[in-house]
């Protein structure tokens, strides 16, 4: 505050000045226009003060915030300081490591550390009876899981559905299947009511944990469950799990020598992955749709232009083998996303790629290309498929410099296939 009281007086000063000034001047009888001038001035200044003043004050709030900060870090510095470890110290250098992070501080662990397990390990001191955990749960929990907590439309049922647990359509509840209580305590305790998880008090959760016990008829209406007695409830499936022995007693049959070459006698490969097109792009305009593959799922590169006329198919694919355009076209998928081919392609990240093979380098209208690719332009160098092999195998290294940031194609057959799709598109 004294700091902006400071500035007032030059402030006032200006004004004094500016209106002993006008006085003076006035009275020595210029004319009617220069006083009004010069009240217009003294108006100005005046205004001039006034948002020097404002000025004045928010630089003095602002100091008053930035110290208030600075105390607050300090603070926090010296609370650092004493648990061990300090906010400002750069981060350790773990060796071999990349030197990030630094020791979570106790308090950050235990916010974390949450697990209750069976043995009771974990449970924080509390206790809650029946009553009240129903008065929660109808609270609570009961516009989902029902006032009984026997469910509410598809919500989890959670009592009930003894000795179901062997029939085809078994009724899975806290009840009827889960082994240990604590699992229903930790559960509930992380992640419900639904929405509105670590809301939970640990009396609450105590409540509830007997409220369930006592709507699966474990335990009768007067029960209060605690820290201290939550491991002598016996859960009914307690004994319904066993521990995985298989590692010890099974892999060693299943893993007797298996046989890794020259297995079977005649190997015959039906099909392709990338040909199948698992996951068709535009709704399954995939090579199978293309290929006349109508009862027997063997695929080669004679069998997809099989029962139509060969000649004819060649044509259309401008005297490029069909099957390869297939193959191509299915590659392009990694290019899409730059480049786009066809009758109404325009240029997006890369340039339209119809009829490039053949084309000069870089010339496509309307694009702005990189210098190398401007350069070769400017040479008037050709794609042809040598070149363009090269530069889809690895862009950068064959065209140093080059804007389309892209790893490369890593197969030889992919890049024939690219081509022979690309060639499938005229200018
Ligand atoms: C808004 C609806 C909703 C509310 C309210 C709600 N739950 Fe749930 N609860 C669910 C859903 C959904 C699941 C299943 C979650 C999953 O499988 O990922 C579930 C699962 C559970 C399960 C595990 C059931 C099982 O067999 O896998 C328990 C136990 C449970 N809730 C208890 C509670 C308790 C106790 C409360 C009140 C404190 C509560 N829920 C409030 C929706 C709700
Ligand atoms: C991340 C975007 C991107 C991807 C993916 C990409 N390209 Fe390119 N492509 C470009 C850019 C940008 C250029 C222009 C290069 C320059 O100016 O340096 C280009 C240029 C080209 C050219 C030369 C065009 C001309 O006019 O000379 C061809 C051919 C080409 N890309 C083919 C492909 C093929 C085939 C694929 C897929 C295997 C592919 N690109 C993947 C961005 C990409």
Same mark, same amino acid.
């Given at each position: ?10 402030? =006032? ?5 500016? *209106?002993? +000034? ?10 009617? #226009?220069? /006083? ?35 105390? #607050? ?26 030197? *990030? ?7 950050? /662990?235990?916010?974390?550390?949450? !697990? ?6 974990? +449970? ?15 609270? #609570? ?41 604590? &699992? ?15 809301? +939970? &008090? ?9 409220? =369930? +016990?006592?709507?699966? !008829? ?60 698992? &996951? ?14 109508? !009862? ?14 060969? %000649? ?17 076209? %299915? ?24 009829? =490039? *093979? ?56 992919? /890049?024939?296939?690219? =081509?022979?799709?690309? #060639?499938?598109?005229?200018?």
């Amino acid at each position: 505050m004294s700091k902006s009281l400071n500035l007032f007086v030059p402030a =006032i000063g200006v004004t004094t000045l500016a *209106l002993g +000034l006008a006085y003076g001047l006035s009275s020595r009888d210029y004319g009617a #226009q220069t /006083i009004e001038t010069l009240e217009t001035r003294v108006q100005q200044t005046e205004a001039n003060v006034a948002r020097a003043i404002a000025d004045a004050q928010a630089a003095a709030d602002e100091a008053a915030r930035l110290q208030t900060e600075r105390d #607050q870090l300090e603070q926090l510095a010296a609370e650092a300081a004493m648990s061990g470890s300090n906010l400002t110290d750069p981060a350790p250098v773990i060796e071999g490591k990349y030197g *990030l992070g630094r020791t979570a501080l106790s308090e950050e /662990i235990a916010a974390w550390d949450v !697990d209750v397990l069976p043995d009771g390990r974990g +449970l924080p001191v509390g206790q809650g009876d029946v009553f009240t955990g129903e008065e929660v749960f109808v609270d #609570q929990c009961a516009s989902c899981h029902g006032d009984f907590a026997e469910g509410v439309g598809n919500w989890p049922v959670l009592a009930g559905g003894f000795d179901t647990l062997a029939n085809e359509d078994p009724v899975k509840t806290v009840g009827s299947y889960w082994p240990h209580l604590s &699992t229903a305590w930790d559960y509930i305790n992380r992640s419900m009511p639904f929405g509105a998880a670590g809301t +939970l &008090t640990p009396d609450e959760t105590y409540a509830i944990v007997a409220y =369930i +016990l006592y709507s699966n !008829d474990l335990v009768d209406d007067d029960f209060v469950l605690s820290n201290e007695n939550f491991t002598e409830v016996e859960m009914y499936n307690s004994d319904g799990f066993v521990v995985d022995d298989r590692p010890e007693l099974e892999y060693a049959e299943w893993q007797a020598e298996p046989c890794m070459v020259n297995c079977k006698e005649t190997v015959e490969i039906t099909m392709r992955a990338t040909f199948l097109d698992v &996951t068709p792009e535009g709704g399954g305009d995939s090579v199978m749709n293309d290929a006349t593959t109508s !009862d027997s799922p063997v695929f080669s590169a004679s069998a997809s232009a099989e029962g139509s006329d060969d %000649s004819a198919a060649v044509e259309e694919t401008g005297g490029v083998d069909p099957a390869l355009v297939a193959a191509g076209e %299915s590659a392009f998928r990694q290019c899409k996303s730059c480049h786009q081919v066809g009758e109404n392609a325009s240029n997006r990240t890369g340039p339209v790629l119809n009829g =490039i *093979l053949g084309h000069t380098i870089g010339a496509v209208d309307g694009f702005r290309y990189s210098d190398v690719f401007q350069e070769a332009n400017a040479a008037g160098e050709v794609w042809d498929a040598e070149n363009l092999t090269a530069f889809l195998a690895d862009p950068r290294g064959a065209m140093a410099g080059t804007k389309m940031s892209f790893r490369g194609v890593r197969e030889e057959a992919d /890049i024939a296939a690219l =081509i022979a799709y690309l #060639q499938s598109f005229d200018e």
